[in-house]
């Protein structure tokens, strides 16, 4: 695992792109683990794949979502409750695995 340098996060496709690729690749699984389904894809590709993840300080990460997330939802019936918890749900696996994947703490 490469050291974190919060300095380097501010370039984080330059210098952490594999350890981004990991922490959401594995979130994804949690959540395709425990909702399946279309949802979960629809959310990693529609809404995800234009999120923005940052570093807060202290081991902390913050999951930046482009404007109107659930807007963006196409091809799932699903209701604007159901999809905003899910969603929220997956923002917070992610932040736990950047967590992870930085070695700020063990993924729960």
């Known amino acids: 695992m490469t050291e974190f340098d919060p300095e380097k996060f501010e370039d984080k496709y330059e ?5 981004l690729q990991r922490a959401y690749k594995q979130a994804f ?7 399946g389904g279309d ?5 990693d590709q529609q809404i995800l794949a234009e999120s923005e993840p940052f570093y807060e300080g202290d081991g902390d990460f ?3 979502l482009p404007e109107n997330p659930t807007e963006r939802l196409t091809g799932v019936v699903v209701d604007d409750e159901k999809a905003e918890a ?8 992610i ?11 063990s993924a729960d």
């Open 15 to 19: 210098h952490y792109f594999p350890e």
């Open 39 to 43: 949802l979960v894809h629809a959310i």
């Open 62 to 64: 913050r999951v930046e």
């Open 95 to 105: 932040e736990t695995e950047l967590r992870s994947v930085f070695g700020f703490e």
């Open 29 to 35: 699984e949690t959540m395709h683990g425990e909702f």
């Open 86 to 93: 899910v969603l929220d749900r997956f923002v917070a696996e």
